[in-house]
C-alpha cells in the first residue's frame, strides 16, 4: 500500500463479494458520528476538492465514509489510534479519540492515490475507490513536531497554513513556532508596538554563511497580526496539532532590544544604537537581568497566552540557549543582581530567568519548555527540554524526572546538507542523508523504562539563515520529514535492523504526492538546476558527524 508511515499492522477485509476495491462516486456519504464533525468537515474540503465528489451527510447504507469515536480502540490503542476497515459493507474510520479519526482519515486519503492530494480534480468523469483492507494503527509517540524558524527569514501566513497542512498529512502533531531571534520579532504585542514596528526588520541580509561576503541589500521583515495568529492556531486544532511559541530570552535578543533599547545591558553598550541584526550566529547582546526586564515580558507572555489558548498550546517555549555571559560579567548591575540573589555565578543568573518564567506561566497553567542551555545552573522545577546538543542533556534531564523532546543537531537538524556533492545549495553542516534520518532513535539506550517514560517524543527542527524563500525550505526538509515522521509514528526495530529499502520502495509513491503538493523537494538524483547556488558560501563540515 506503500503508506508513508508505516503502520502497525495491515491485512485484506473480508470480502464476500470478491470485488478487491470499494468504489467511491457522488453519492458516497460521510457520517460523522459525535465529535468527528470536524475530522469531516477537512475530509470533504481536502478530499473533495481533490476528487470533485460532495460527500454528503447521509447515504445508503452501502455508500458511505462513517466516522466514529471508539472507547474500545482507545482503550486499545490509545487515543490517536484507529481503524481504518474498507469492507463491502462500508468504509469505517473508528478512532481513540477525534484525533484518531484525522489520522484514519490521512491514511485514507493516501489509499486514494496522490491525486487526492491536488487542489482539484484532474479528470471529471473518474472512478475512485480504495482497496479492500483493515489497518490498525497508533503513533509510537505523543510529540512528532517539526519547528520552524520564522525569525531569520520570514515566512508568510499562507505558508505556515501550507506547513500546517503538510505536517498533518505526514501524522506529525506538534508545530513549534520560532517567532523571535536576533534577526527578527515576527508576532506582533499590542503593549509594545515597536516589537514590530522596528523589531521585524532588518535592512539588509547576509546572503549565505556569515562568513560569506555576499549581501541581499533589500530589506526583509515581517510579522503575524493578533489576528494571523488566531486563524493559524485555529486551523493547526482543526488538524488536530498543537502549536508551540518560542519567544526567546534572556539570550538572542537584539531585536527586542533594538526596539526597546532599556531592555539591553545599557550599562556595557549604547543598546540604543543597536539595530535588528543583518547575519547570523551567536549574538552578544542579550537581556538585562533587572525588574523592567521581567515586567517587559511578563506582558509579552500575557498575550501570548492570550494568543495561543492553552487546549492548543499547553507549552510555551523560552528558548534559554545560546546566551553568551560577557555583558553580564562586565555590567555592574548584573553583578549586583548576582550578588543580590545569592548567586554563584552568570549561568545561574541564567537559570534565574528561566525560574522565574517557569513559575509564572505554572501560576497561568502552562508549562515551560527551553533548549538544554537551561540546564545550565540547575534546571526550574516544571520544565520541559529540547535536546539538541546532542542526547546529553535529555538524557540529564529524564534523570532528573524531567520531560524530554529529543531533537540531537547531528540527527534530525534538516538545515543541514544532504549529500557532499559541490551542487549541494548553502551547504551547512555534516551530510545528513534521508537513510541517516530514517536510523535515528529518539531514546537513548542507556535510559531505564522509567526514564525513557520521560521522552515526549521527538522533533525536526529547521533553522532558516540560509533558507531565504518556500522553495529553499521545502529542498532542505524534503524527503528528510517524511522519513523523520516514520521515525516519530511507527513502532519501527533497532536503527541497524530497520528496512530502508522497504522505505525507498514506499517513498517511490509518496514523491508523487509531493509532487501534488507542489513540494519542491530534493530529488533523489540531486537537485535539479534551479535548486543550486553556486558561488554562495556555506559551512560544510567534512567527516562522520559527532552522534554524541
Known amino acids: 500500500m506503500d503508506l508513508i508511515p508505516d503502520p502497525r499492522r495491515a491485512w485484506p477485509a473480508p470480502n464476500g463479494r470478491g470485488a478487491d476495491a470499494y468504489p467511491l462516486d457522488s453519492g458516497t456519504a460521510v457520517e460523522a458520528g459525535p465529535g468527528t464533525e470536524g475530522v469531516a468537515r477537512w475530509f470533504r474540503t481536502a478530499v473533495g476538492a481533490a476528487t470533485g465528489l460532495p ?11 462513517v466516522l466514529g469515536i471508539s472507547e474500545d480502540i482507545g482503550r486499545e490503542l490509545g487515543p490517536e489510534g484507529y481503524r481504518l476497515t474498507v469492507s463491502t459493507d462500508a468504509v469505517r474510520l ?6 484518531g479519526v484525522f489520522w484514519a482519515a490521512q491514511t485514507l486519503r493516501q489509499l486514494l492515490g496522490p491525486d487526492a492530494y491536488r487542489a482539484a480534480p484532474l479528470d ?12 490498525e494503527d497508533a503513533p509510537r509517540f505523543a510529540w512528532r513536531g517539526m519547528m520552524l524558524d ?113 531592555l539591553g545591558n545599557t550599562d556595557v553598550i549604547d543598546t540604543a544604537s543597536l539595530t535588528v541584526w543583518d547575519t547570523w550566529g551567536v549574538n552578544d547582546n542579550v537581556l538585562a537581568p533587572t525588574d523592567n526586564t521581567l515586567r517587559f515580558y511578563e506582558d509579552v507572555f500575557t498575550e501570548i497566552l492570550d494568543l495561543f489558548p492553552a487546549d492548543i498550546s499547553p507549552f510555551i517555549h523560552v528558548g534559554g540557549d545560546e546566551c553568551p555571559k560577557d555583558q553580564w560579567k562586565r555590567s555592574p548591575a548584573a553583578q549586583a543582581r548576582i550578588r543580590e540573589l545569592g ?12 525560574r522565574h518564567f517557569d513559575r509564572w506561566l505554572a501560576a497561568r497553567g502552562r508549562r515551560l519548555i ?10 526550574a522545577p516544571g520544565a520541559a527540554v529540547s535536546s539538541w546538543r546532542g542526547y546529553a542533556g535529555g538524557v540529564a534531564a ?16 534538516l538545515d543541514h546538507r544532504q549529500a557532499s556533492g559541490e551542487d549541494e545549495p548553502m551547504p551547512i553542516g555534516y551530510v545528513r542523508t534521508l537513510e541517516d534520518v530514517y536510523r535515528f532513535e529518539p531514546v537513548p539506550p542507556q535510559l531505564t523504562d522509567e526514564e525513557a517514560a520521560h521522552v515526549l517524543g521527538t522533533q525536526a527542527n529547521v533553522w532558516t539563515e540560509v533558507m531565504q524563500d518556500r522553495s529553499r525550505v521545502d529542498y532542505q526538509v524534503f524527503p528528510r520529514l517524511a522519513a523523520f515522521a516514520e521515525v516519530a509514528w511507527s513502532a519501527l526495530p533497532a536503527p541497524g535492523e530497520r528496512d530502508f529499502a522497504d522505505f525507498e520502495q514506499r517513498m517511490t509513491e509518496h514523491y508523487r504526492r509531493l509532487d501534488a503538493l507542489g513540494v519542491a523537494y530534493r530529488p533523489p538524483g540531486g537537485p535539479l538546476p534551479w535548486q543550486r547556488r553556486p558561488g554562495v558560501a556555506g559551512r560544510p563540515i567534512e567527516g562522520a558527524p559527532p552522534l554524541v
Open 150 to 262: 520564522v525569525s531569520r527569514h520570514f515566512t508568510p501566513k499562507d505558508d505556515i497554513l501550507r506547513w500546517l497542512d503538510l505536517l498533518a498529512a505526514h501524522k506529525l502533531n506538534v508545530f513549534h513556532f520560532h517567532l523571535t531571534d536576533d534577526q527578527g520579532w515576527r508576532v506582533e504585542i499590542r503593549s509594545r508596538p515597536r516589537l514590530t514596528e522596528v523589531g521585524a526588520w532588518r535592512g539588509r541580509t547576509k546572503w549565505g554563511h556569515r562568513a560569506s561576503d555576499l549581501w541581499d541589500e533589500r530589506p526583509h521583515g515581517g510579522y503575524y497580526t493578533r489576528d494571523d495568529i488566531r486563524e493559524i492556531v485555529a486551523y493547526a486544532a482543526a488538524r488536530h496539532i498543537s502549536v508551540v511559541p518560542e519567544i526567546e530570552i534572556p539570550g538572542h535578543s537584539q531585536a527586542a532590544i533594538a526596539a526597546y533599547p532599556e
Open 370 to 379: 527551553g533548549w538544554d542551555e537551561i540546564l545550565e545552573g540547575g534546571l
Open 124 to 135: 471529471a468523469g473518474r472512478h475512485w475507490s480504495v482497496p479492500m483492507t483493515v489497518i
Open 398 to 413: 529524564a534523570r532528573a524526572g524531567h520531560d524530554v523532546v529529543m531533537c540531537p543537531e547531528q540527527h534530525v537538524y
Open 94 to 99: 473508528d478512532g481513540g479519540s477525534a484525533a
Open 55 to 65: 460527500f454528503p451527510e447521509s447515504g445508503p447504507d452501502d455508500n458511505r465514509i
Open 343 to 354: 548567586l554563584a555565578d552568570e549561568d545561574e543568573l541564567q537559570s534565574w530567568f528561566i
